[in-house]
């Protein structure tokens, strides 16, 4: 299985931060990497697929890079919406795999 | 607008098996461009794979290691739904169980998210 290892585990931000996740896959996975939000108690939200493609709907402040094994998630200017959790997964190879989450707290 | 709809028992004993049925609306189960899947999470959030079957001519379903011996995944074209059975429940599989979509790129399968997501159901093995 390809493992997927985010980092931080947590942040805290301000309002208007701009904040980086970054996620490594235990093999070259290609692009092949989407980056979900999860807000308590609701399902996660699909925001970057294939590394880099925003999802519609999802506001352009939010982007994708990397290649490879790694990846990062960046959010230019963070909002008051945007406390959540992030994880990423891998679209390689069956079993999909995710990160073990982000959390994005207030500071 | 493509939506899942999860219903199914919460509270199961022990070595009962667990149904889940997740019914889609906007899309067709049969598509050849999306697979449907059962994710389910736990209590620290970690997001963990069950499996999914999507068709391709004809049907075919894949599993995680870690369930493959007491899981089935069933899709049922006639209601448009497809349905989780995880039989010999144990404490262990007490948490959140979701359906998902997988749409898939017509350029290249592995090119998949999944773009909607049921509402998720709180499932409890308890005596």
């Known amino acids: 299985d390809i493992q997927m290892t985010q980092s931080p585990s947590s942040l805290s931000a301000s309002v208007g931060d701009r904040v980086t996740i970054t996620c490594r896959a235990s093999q070259s996975i290609s692009s092949y990497l989407n980056w979900y939000q999860q807000k308590p108690g609701k399902a996660p939200k699909l925001l970057i697929y294939a590394a880099s493609s925003l999802q519609s709907g999802v506001p352009s402040r939010f982007s994708g890079s990397g290649s490879g094994t790694d990846f990062a998630l960046t959010v230019t200017s963070l909002q008051p919406e945007d406390f959540a959790t992030y994880y990423c997964?891998?679209?390689?190879?069956?079993?999909?795999?995710f990160g073990q989450g982000t959390k994005v707290e207030i500071k | 607008q493509v939506q899942l709809q999860q219903s199914g028992p919460g509270l199961l004993k022990p070595s009962q098996t667990l149904s889940l049925t997740c019914a889609i609306s906007?899309?067709?189960?049969?598509?050849?461009?999306?697979?449907w899947n059962w994710i389910r999470q736990s209590p620290s959030g970690g997001l963990e794979w069950l499996g999914r079957?999507?068709?391709?001519?004809?049907?075919?379903?894949d599993y995680a290691v870690s369930v493959q011996s007491r899981i089935t995944i069933n899709p049922d074209t006639s209601k448009n739904q497809f349905s989780l059975y995880l039989n010999s429940v144990t404490p262990e599989d007490t948490t959140v169980y979701y359906c998902a979509r997988e749409l898939v790129s017509t350029t290249s399968m592995q090119e998949c998210a999944f773009d909607v997501w049921g509402q998720g159901t709180m499932v409890t093995v308890s005596s």
């Open positions: 997964q891998q679209s390689y190879s069956t079993p999909w795999t």
């Open positions: 079957t999507y068709y391709r001519s004809k049907w075919y379903s």
């Open positions: 906007g899309d067709s189960v049969s598509s050849k461009s999306a697979a």
